[in-house]
């Protein structure tokens, strides 16, 4: 057996293997979170498989699979990270990395980290069964440059305002709140249905919103058109958002 | 009892203010290198403020504080500095050895994980999910993970609350091999017993200030024990 020797022996990891570590523990944890993998996984692939059986209101598969790719950066960015920032700050988990090598901006690195994986993930298995089902996507260069713009401009954004949310309130109101915005963007906010289909009178509010500004932009983008409405939508949540969550956030519950 | 800047904590004229409420109030302390400070206090007494801002996770609106001789919370110490929150620091899906792996991954030099966890008995339950652990197991793991990247100063806040008898002494026996390593310690107790058997210096807080301060002997020169030293410069918490 090895001595134990506590001697102090001041040393940090490096930094990219500390960020690293963060990322694939958190992306592992997620994956044994059953709730967490009903809003990642479950409900964006049936969603899909719905719209391809029955083409009600989701619209045809050109439509529905940009629109689950859309929702899934949502679930993840927005929801996900809300929920788990949440109890991460209630169990202490926050606090107490904040203390270690990793610090505050090496646990935000992380958690980036994570939602890339996370992702990258998501769309491989959502894009995977929508091709499978028979979705055949006409991206451009230009345009699927765009729709990569876009997701990371909106993921960033959901996660901002999903930090805001979970270091402003306790977990269990975090828990309730986050799901119920999931709920109302879902049925409301032109993430899955396109803008097209809401009454006239809402869709100019409506169109203003960051979830908005995703569906319409990756259901454009996949049948070739960059639209550049939706980028300058994001321009404006994403700094707002981001300087909403720093003045917001707080570290200890 | 004052201290001096080479100390390995110094606080000065430290005023912390939740809303209206004086948390902290013109405190000023200090720990000694390579000995075991104690912070007694009412709940409410600032003890879990102080930590916190010691550890950089809460900025004071006025006073000082140097950790290592750096400001807390800076890059440059951060590996130097354990920590072992008061409320559990852990997800509740994560196994206790994969909690202190993961951790230790992020020092350059940690502890040997088996041998840590030997000395503790987590090796039992390290494949545990953390909510499943009883109340005594997750302040070992804490305990554990707070010391497990070598620190040169280790907080800990509260570290054997909710423990029985023998974890405590456990608790205690490791605290003093830690100390005599070469660790400075600073906890935070309501335990007299605790404080009396392990401390190099205690600190009595009231209400954000210090009430009184210095060895136990020192403390307990008249004939007095802690507790009714305590209890003599103490208020019970607002409420109770």
Redesign the interface.
């Known amino acids: 057996m090895t001595a134990l020797d506590f001697t102090p022996a001041a040393g940090a990891a490096p930094p990219v293997r500390r960020i690293m570590r963060h990322g694939v523990l958190e992306a592992r944890l997620l994956t044994r979170n059953g709730e967490q993998l009903l809003l990642t996984l479950v409900i964006p692939l049936g969603i899909l498989l719905a719209g391809r059986l029955v083409h009600g209101r989701f619209g045809p598969l050109e439509v529905v699979a940009p629109s689950v790719l859309a929702l899934a950066a949502w679930s993840t960015g927005f929801t996900s990270v809300a929920i788990a920032t949440a109890f991460e700050r209630r169990y202490g988990v926050l606090e107490r990395l904040a203390v270690t090598p990793l610090g505050k901006s090496g646990l935000i690195a992380g958690k980036s980290f994570a939602i890339i994986l996370i992702m990258t993930g998501q769309v491989t298995i959502l894009a995977g069964v929508a091709v499978a089902l028979g979705w055949r996507p006409a991206f451009t260069v230009l345009s699927a440059a765009v729709a990569l713009l876009l997701v990371i401009m909106a993921t960033a954004t959901f996660v901002c305002l999903g930090l805001l949310i979970a270091g402003r309130l306790r977990a269990e109101a975090t828990l309730g709140l986050a799901n119920l915005i999931y709920l109302v963007v879902l049925a409301g906010g032109a993430l899955v249905v396109p803008l097209e289909r809401y009454p006239a009178a809402v869709r100019p509010v409506i169109q203003a919103l960051p979830t908005a500004a995703l569906g319409e932009g990756l259901r454009a983008a996949a049948i070739g058109y960059a639209l550049g409405g939706p980028v300058i939508v994001l321009a404006v949540w994403l700094p707002a958002a981001a300087w909403v969550a720093r003045r917001g956030f707080r570290w200890t519950a | 009892m004052h201290s001096r800047p080479a100390d390995p904590l110094v606080v000065d004229g430290l005023a912390v203010r939740f809303g209206r409420q004086m948390a902290l109030d013109d405190l000023n302390l200090g720990a000694k290198p390579v000995g075991l400070t104690a912070v007694l206090g009412p709940n409410g007494a600032g003890k879990t403020t102080l930590i916190?801002c010691c550890?950089?996770?809460?900025r004071p609106a006025t006073g000082a504080i140097r950790v290592l001789g750096k400001a807390p919370?800076s890059?440059s110490i951060?590996?130097?500095?354990g920590?072992m929150?008061?409320?559990?620091?852990?997800?509740?899906?994560?196994k206790a050895g994969?909690l202190l792996n993961?951790?230790g991954?992020?020092?350059?030099?940690p502890?040997?994980l088996?041998?840590?966890t030997?000395?503790l008995g987590i090796g039992e339950y390290a494949a545990t999910p953390y909510r499943r652990l009883s109340g005594g197991q997750q302040q070992t793991v804490n305990l554990a993970?707070a010391?497990i990247?070598?620190?040169?100063i280790v907080f800990l806040d509260e570290p054997t609350a909710g423990l029985d008898p023998h974890a405590r002494r456990a608790t205690w026996h490791l605290l003093r091999?830690?100390r005599a390593?070469?660790?400075t310690i600073v906890l935070t107790t309501h335990a007299m017993d605790e404080a009396e058997a392990l401390a190099d210096l205690i600190y009595i807080l009231d209400r954000g200030r210090v009430a009184i301060s210095g060895t136990v002997a020192e403390l307990t020169s008249s004939g007095q024990n802690l507790e009714d030293v305590y209890l003599a410069h103490t208020r019970a918490p607002v409420g109770t």
């Not at chain 2, 550890?55 to 809460?58: H, K, V, Y």
């Open positions: 916190r550890t950089g996770l809460l919370g890059s951060a590996s130097r500095v920590f929150p008061q409320s559990s620091g852990a997800w509740s899906g994560i994969e993961y951790l991954g992020l020092y350059a030099h502890l040997d088996r041998a840590l030997d000395r993970a010391l990247g070598r620190p040169a091999d830690v390593a070469g660790v």
